[in-house]
């Protein structure tokens, strides 16, 4: 059960790093916050576990995967992002939503290098927490009509442990914009959200951020 909860830390940082949800964030020029999903979007149990935004350098897409370099975080200078987690107790399943706003012609070749990774990144291995994880990479099935561009990647890993590590991730540029939706799990199933909230996540940009 340690390995678990290791991997289980691990996993609730992947795309959002830094203070805690509750705590209070600097005003940026651009505050994405609003245009991300909320709890009450959400089936009943997920409660706020992670969020951030680029003031504090921690919003990422992609994540932290050497063994992958498609996976390499995506954000850098001139980007504005936000980023929350949600969790549905200590072992996940955990959702997270991040939000990022491009400068001009910059979210294309973002969408491109994470297109990128079911081709480069088939299979190859990650210590996550101590913990060899050996990780497969699969395209998944999603809506075309959610933006310019969507991709779906469904990331499986296993451990000698016998734990499983599973992500259900989908990316989808609209103008500037790329949101990414991230359902992962260890050792139990994923929600299976990603697939009926890209379209709410989507909606909600368009709403809430000029642009998108």
């Not at 390499?72 to 107790?89: I, L, Q």
Request: proline residues 6%; hydrophobic residues 45%; contains cysteine.
């Amino acid at each position: 059960m340690r390995m678990v909860h290791r991997l289980a830390a691990v996993a609730a940082a992947v795309a959002v790093t830094g203070s805690p949800a509750t705590a209070a964030h600097a005003q940026a020029s651009e505050d994405l916050r609003p245009a991300l999903l909320t709890a009450a979007d959400l089936p009943g149990g997920f409660v706020p576990v992670a969020a951030a935004t680029n003031d504090d350098g921690a919003v990422t897409l992609g994540g932290n995967f050497p063994g992958c370099p498609s996976l390499a975080p995506v954000t850098g200078d001139g980007t504005t992002a936000a980023a929350v987690t949600y969790s549905k107790g200590a072992v996940g399943p955990y959702l997270t939503h991040a939000l990022v706003h491009f400068p001009a012609g910059g979210a294309a070749p973002a969408m491109d290098r994470l297109a990128a990774a079911v081709t480069t990144c088939k299979s190859f291995s990650q210590d996550l927490a101590g913990i060899t994880v050996r990780f497969t990479l699969t395209p998944a099935q999603v809506p075309a009509t959610l933006g310019e561009r969507v991709v779906g990647v469904r990331m499986t890993g296993d451990t000698d442990f016998g734990v499983a590590v599973t992500a259900d991730i989908v990316a989808v540029r609209r103008g500037e914009y790329v949101l990414w939706l991230n359902d992962m799990a260890v050792g139990t199933t994923g929600a299976g959200l990603v697939g009926t909230l890209a379209r709410t996540a989507a909606d909600r940009c368009a709403q809430r951020a000029k642009g998108c």
